[in-house]
């Protein structure tokens, strides 16, 4: 039985516990040379960062039984329609009050649950100042590359006040995923969501995971209490952030499911006692659930656990993996996980009630921010959810907020590794017919000019969105040779043409000092290669790669990667980290421009170009 728990809880814990080891305090310092500095994004001082806020509604956070699935698995194919409304709203995620984009007035917005075979349908209406675009992150767009939601490669944009209509059918992707804003940096600001494909109803190939009793969405993030275009001129400071070019904004906090902690939201009379929301799931005892896992942040890996429980992986970006037993799951930007949990943990003096905890990865932290809440917490709690019952009140107990309780003997002690990931059926990845080389660098574009922007580049390339079409409406490189690689819109396009079937090979050397997750629009990929230093004709790893959509290419390392390129339309692979993407971080690929062109894309979509206009 699926058991539904209340939208958030309070609970009076002395301050000191309540936040505890949860406030940034000696953060590490990696990859840049950096020096102490308070966050531009941090807002301790107040409970407000913008006195202009008034005028505008108040974001709400969706109920927790918005993140139990609904059990649709196995229906008829149908069609599946959404009104999407995106609009600037206020809220407070984590106590402290921000200027948020979101869709329907809600953070994180609707959680769409379909299965393979249906059809999609959202009317996505624009109330903002700047136009938008909405990514169906990881689905595969075959024949629908002008839904992929990309602005200024598949689209322009829907422009302020203006609407499109997205309509395509799930074609093969089953598994966990998420949409969210395409355009500049506004999914920073919240305009994200799950996006949950169940296998189709009597499907040949059913997902191939273990049985499990319930289903729930477990949204990570980090959080910035400034609004992204102002961090994002924060970050092409002259000389950079704290005095290092290259510096990410710190985040502030965190969110799960939309619900964090901060303590600048406490007022002075709080001093010594907080009364604090968590989101919060009821389940019932001695059952198996299914926790999916999705970081929709815009920098920072999460790493999630749950006292007393040890999990086990079963999916990661939508490919069923063999179990993996784990103690906890650091899931980067862009990634998903599919965990199983067991309700059968002894709750010690509460009887059945549990931290979950989503912790921001510090070592990417390139200054200090002393006021970042660096830990996330949720309740899980045992019981039947009916209200009024015991259960529903019950906390965990607040001494272990930033004293976890070890698993019990024998169960796994360790995170996730992720070379440990095999899929389920999985063998070699095909041979490669096609090879692409590039770097991944961050610079300044002219050499060392401190008052120039410091950009993120592929080879020479460091991408700027088109102004008024998009690549695939130009045809950019259509008229190149199969297996061509140039530069176009003034340098700022770098494209990759491929217009026979190919089995592709990415060989990626990562110059930079940093970590980056890579994300390839359209296709999932094998991981057929990595290591430290650059890539030398290193031994491949080809006997059961993992296949996913989005991976962490690590700080001067090499990756290989392999995907048959045989879906027609212009495919983005870039950094997912929002930073790097507006500075440049994205490389395209032009998959059979011959079939593409073929395209019957709808004629108000390309009017829009002339009216898209600003997406920052």
Request: charged share 15%; aromatic share 10%; proline share 6%.
């Amino acid at each position: 039985m699926l058991l539904l728990g209340a939208a958030t809880a309070a609970v009076v814990v002395v301050l000191a516990l309540a936040l505890g080891l949860g406030l940034g305090l000696g953060l590490k310092h990696t990859h840049k040379n950096a020096s102490s500095a308070a966050s531009s994004s941090d807002s301790n001082s107040s409970a407000t960062t913008d006195g202009s806020l008034s005028g505008l509604a108040t974001v709400t956070a969706p109920d927790a039984s918005a993140a139990f699935l609904s059990g649709l698995a196995g229906e008829p194919p149908t069609t599946r329609t959404y009104q999407f409304v995106v609009e600037e709203r206020r809220g407070a995620p984590d106590g402290v009050e921000k200027r948020m984009l979101v869709v329907n007035g809600q953070y994180p917005g609707p959680t769409i649950e379909a299965n393979a075979g249906d059809r999609l349908v959202v009317n996505v209406t624009n109330k903002m100042p700047n136009s938008t675009a909405i990514h169906w992150h990881g689905l595969y767009q075959r024949g629908t590359n002008f839904y992929d939601g990309t602005a200024a490669i598949t689209q322009c944009g829907i422009p302020p006040g203006e609407s499109m209509v997205y309509n395509f059918t799930f074609d093969g992707f089953v598994g966990t995923t998420w949409w969210h804003a395409h355009a500049g940096t506004q999914y920073t600001d919240g305009i994200t969501g799950a996006l949950i494909v169940h296998a189709a109803q009597n499907a040949s190939e059913p997902e191939a995971v273990p049985a499990y009793d319930g289903d729930l969405v477990i949204q990570m993030a980090d959080l910035y209490h400034g609004f992204s275009p102002a961090l994002l001129n924060d970050y092409f400071t002259p000389g950079g952030l704290a005095g290092t070019p290259g510096n990410e904004p710190v985040p502030d906090g965190g969110t799960l499911n939309g619900i964090g902690q901060h303590p600048s939201s406490l007022s002075p009379s709080s001093s010594a006692l907080s009364a604090q929301r968590f989101f919060t799931a009821t389940l019932a005892p001695n059952r198996t659930y299914r926790l999916r896992l999705l970081n929709t942040g815009s920098f920072v890996a999460l790493r999630f656990s749950v006292d007393a429980h040890a999990l086990t992986v079963v999916e990661a970006d939508g490919t069923p993996v063999r179990p993996v037993a784990v103690a906890a799951v650091s899931v980067a930007v862009a990634q998903r996980y599919s965990v199983l949990l067991r309700t059968d943990a002894t709750g010690g003096a509460t009887g059945g009630a549990f931290w979950m905890r989503a912790a921001l990865d510090q070592d990417a932290f390139t200054y200090d921010n002393p006021g970042v809440q660096t830990e996330v917490r949720g309740v899980l709690r045992y019981g039947d959810g009916v209200s009024g019952d015991d259960s529903d009140a019950m906390m965990p107990d607040a001494a272990l907020l930033d004293d976890p309780p070890p698993l019990p003997a024998g169960a796994p002690q360790a995170d996730l590794d992720t070379d440990d990931l095999v899929p389920v059926g999985g063998g070699p990845a095909p041979d490669a017919t096609f090879s692409v080389y590039f770097t991944i660098s961050m610079q300044y574009p002219g050499g060392a000019d401190y008052l120039s922007r410091f950009l993120s580049f592929i080879n020479s390339t460091s991408w700027e969105p088109l102004q008024g079409t998009a690549s695939l409406f130009a045809r950019v490189g259509n008229a190149s040779a199969d297996g061509a690689s140039a530069t176009y819109g003034g340098g700022s396009q770098l494209v990759t043409t491929v217009d026979e079937r190919h089995v592709v090979e990415f060989v990626i050397d990562n110059l930079d000092d940093g970590d980056h997750p890579f994300h390839l629009h359209g296709h999932k990929f094998w991981i057929v290669g990595s290591g430290a230093g650059r890539y030398q004709h290193q031994a491949l790893e080809n006997k059961t790669p993992m296949l996913r959509d989005t991976l962490v290419i690590p700080a001067y390392t090499y990756t290989v990667l392999r995907f048959v390129a045989d879906n027609p339309g212009y495919w983005a692979f870039h950094c997912h980290i929002q930073w790097h993407m507006a500075a440049g971080l994205l490389f395209q690929m032009n998959v059979l421009p011959s079939e593409s062109a073929k395209f019957a894309i709808p004629q108000y979509m390309l009017d829009q170009c002339a009216r898209s206009g600003s997406m920052q």
